[in-house]
């Protein structure tokens, strides 16, 4: 090899070491599955298909969303662990994480071990509403006219964290209310529009039907934060009642066979997508608060999650909620 060929090759080699290649340059090199622990038509269905939209614009690659809701988000989850690779992600709530294993005695996955989290994307906005049919105005109200009437109005909720959240508020104040079980999302808001049940502790998106006909109100918003989509109502802590707080935090998952520096790629995209304008109106019209996308975000509202169940899991037995 003559010198200047040399002196070429050392200077290639330098070129390399200096600017390495990542090994996920080419990713995604086919189309990404999305396992999402919803049903169709959801609002966190719909948040994970926003979201699969935009990533699939970033990527030049489409973002397949693929439904498997049920048994508390485990049907779902145990799919993802099950046939995960790197080009597979999970879209769920926190309560996967935190509320599954308080319910189920032997999951076919371990939560902390199995589940990477990737990146907050909002947090599903969470409401206590009352009908009409009653002279209540505010939560001191509700407390009063329940306790007055012990064991004669009747409660629903969407699943999981809003009911165990209500019923240990129930406990805390001493109050008897009837809760009724739906197996349909439509009904139960129906049902507080014709005054069959007096409270609805759920997602804005199905409990604000009976309230926009003028048949049920707004006490609360049960998040932490206020509502992008309602602005003047407060949180219940705002109004004095933080025990009626809890989050309804969404997120992606990656497996354990996704690298750090994959995982940290696909957190900065989703960050992205929270800060784009259109994704964002289509997500607080949908109900939801947009977070800020990243991974730090979402384990620290794990961590809190856990911490208020624990203070509900002292209150109540979750597995019988009432």
Same mark, same amino acid.
């Given at each position: 090899? !003559?010198?200047?060929?040399?002196?070429?090759?050392?200077?290639?080699? =330098?070129?390399?070491?200096?600017?390495?290649?990542?090994?996920?340059?080419?990713?995604?090199?086919?189309?990404?599955?999305?396992?999402?622990?919803?049903?169709?038509?959801?609002?966190?269905?719909?948040?994970?298909?926003?979201?699969?939209?935009?990533?699939?614009?970033?990527?030049?690659?489409? /973002? /397949?969303?693929?439904?498997?809701?049920?048994?508390?988000?485990?049907?779902?989850?145990?799919?993802?662990?099950?046939?995960?690779?790197?080009?597979?992600?999970?879209?769920?709530?926190?309560?996967?994480?935190?509320?599954?294993?308080?319910?189920?005695?032997?999951?076919?996955?371990?939560?902390?071990?199995?589940?990477?989290?990737?990146?907050?994307?909002?947090?599903?906005?969470?409401?206590?509403?009352?009908?009409?049919?009653?002279?209540?105005?505010?939560?001191?109200?509700?407390?009063?006219?329940?306790?007055?009437?012990?064991?004669?109005?009747?409660?629903?909720? $969407?699943?999981?964290?809003?009911?165990?959240?209500?019923?240990?508020?129930?406990?805390?104040?001493?109050?008897?209310?009837?809760?009724? !079980?739906?197996?349909?999302? !439509?009904?139960?808001?129906?049902?507080? $529009?014709?005054?069959?049940?007096?409270?609805?502790?759920?997602?804005?998106?199905?409990?604000?039907?009976?309230?926009? !006909?003028?048949?049920?109100?707004?006490?609360?918003?049960?998040?932490?934060?206020?509502?992008?989509?309602?602005?003047?109502?407060?949180?219940?802590?705002?109004?004095?009642?933080?025990?009626?707080?809890?989050? $309804?935090?969404? $997120?992606?998952?990656?497996?354990?066979?996704?690298?750090?520096?994959?995982?940290?790629?696909?957190?900065?995209?989703?960050?992205?997508? =929270?800060?784009?304008?259109?994704?964002?109106?289509?997500?607080?019209?949908?109900?939801?608060?947009?977070?800020?996308?990243?991974?730090?975000?979402?384990?620290?509202?794990?961590?809190?999650?856990?911490?208020?169940?624990?203070?509900?899991?002292?209150?109540?037995?979750?597995?019988?909620?009432?």
């Amino acid at each position: 090899m !003559s010198p200047n060929a040399a002196a070429w090759l050392l200077a290639f080699v =330098c070129l390399v070491l200096a600017f390495p290649v990542s090994a996920h340059a080419g990713w995604p090199e086919h189309p990404v599955k999305l396992i999402v622990t919803f049903p169709p038509g959801s609002a966190n269905d719909a948040a994970a298909r926003i979201f699969a939209d935009g990533l699939s614009k970033k990527w030049g690659k489409p /973002v /397949v969303v693929e439904d498997r809701p049920g048994a508390e988000g485990t049907i779902g989850v145990g799919a993802f662990v099950a046939s995960q690779d790197d080009h597979t992600l999970l879209y769920t709530v926190a309560g996967s994480v935190t509320v599954a294993p308080l319910l189920i005695d032997h999951l076919t996955y371990d939560v902390d071990r199995d589940l990477v989290p990737v990146a907050a994307t909002t947090a599903i906005v969470l409401t206590l509403a009352v009908t009409n049919d009653l002279p209540i105005r505010s939560i001191p109200d509700l407390i009063n006219v329940v306790r007055s009437n012990p064991g004669t109005y009747a409660w629903a909720s $969407g699943p999981s964290l809003p009911r165990y959240v209500f019923a240990a508020f129930l406990k805390r104040n001493d109050l008897v209310m009837n809760f009724v !079980s739906y197996r349909d999302a !439509s009904q139960p808001q129906a049902d507080l $529009g014709e005054g069959r049940i007096q409270v609805l502790v759920t997602s804005l998106a199905a409990s604000s039907s009976p309230v926009q !006909s003028g048949k049920a109100h707004f006490l609360a918003v049960i998040n932490p934060t206020r509502a992008a989509a309602l602005p003047e109502l407060q949180t219940a802590r705002e109004l004095g009642h933080p025990e009626l707080e809890i989050d $309804g935090l969404a $997120g992606f998952f990656a497996g354990t066979v996704m690298s750090t520096e994959l995982r940290n790629r696909i957190a900065a995209d989703v960050a992205a997508v =929270c800060q784009e304008p259109e994704a964002r109106r289509k997500l607080e019209a949908a109900g939801h608060n947009v977070l800020g996308g990243t991974t730090g975000e979402l384990k620290a509202g794990i961590a809190q999650q856990r911490a208020w169940l624990n203070e509900v899991t002292r209150i109540i037995d979750v597995k019988n909620a009432q």
